[in-house]
């Protein structure tokens, strides 16, 4: 697989030639050995939606609805936020990202949008611990 991937700093990103439903794209993260994305700046926000190829790709933010605390796929805390489709940051719980110029383009949470949207998968560590 590893030739189908693309690579950004000490990250590898797979997309899934089809889309999934949000379970089954975490199941298939989980049987390859990496974890849904996970956007940590604006750099790889923008690298993102370059190599994205025009698909919503899920993501691993998720948060309770009761408060705007967006968290990764180990309960941490986002670190980053990027930038939201218009009309989005609605009080869902699942986290996807449109890739395509113009209207459709940004951070989505108000999924699950099951039969549109591609897993993204990744590999790396999200967080390099200070040395």
């Not at 590898?12 to 996970?38: E, V």
């Not at 986002?78 to 989005?88: D, I, N, S, T, Y």
């Not at 719980?93 to 989505?108: C, D, E, F, H, P």
């Amino acid at each position: 697989i590893a030739d189908k991937c693309f690579v950004w700093k000490d990250g590898y990103y797979f997309i899934t030639d089809r889309p999934l439903k949000l379970t089954d794209a975490q199941r298939l993260a989980s049987l390859m050995n990496g974890r849904l994305l996970t956007i940590s700046s604006a750099d790889e926000e923008a690298f993102i939606l370059k190599e994205g190829r025009g698909l919503y790709l899920w993501m691993s933010g998720w948060r309770k609805v009761v408060n705007n605390d967006w968290r990764d796929e180990r309960n941490r805390p986002l670190r980053f936020v990027g930038k939201w489709a218009p009309k989005q940051a609605t009080g869902q719980m699942n986290l996807s990202i449109g890739t395509a110029t113009g209207q459709t383009r940004g951070w989505y949470d108000d999924g699950p949008w099951d039969g549109v949207v591609h897993a993204c998968i990744e590999w790396g560590e999200e967080y390099p611990e200070a040395k």
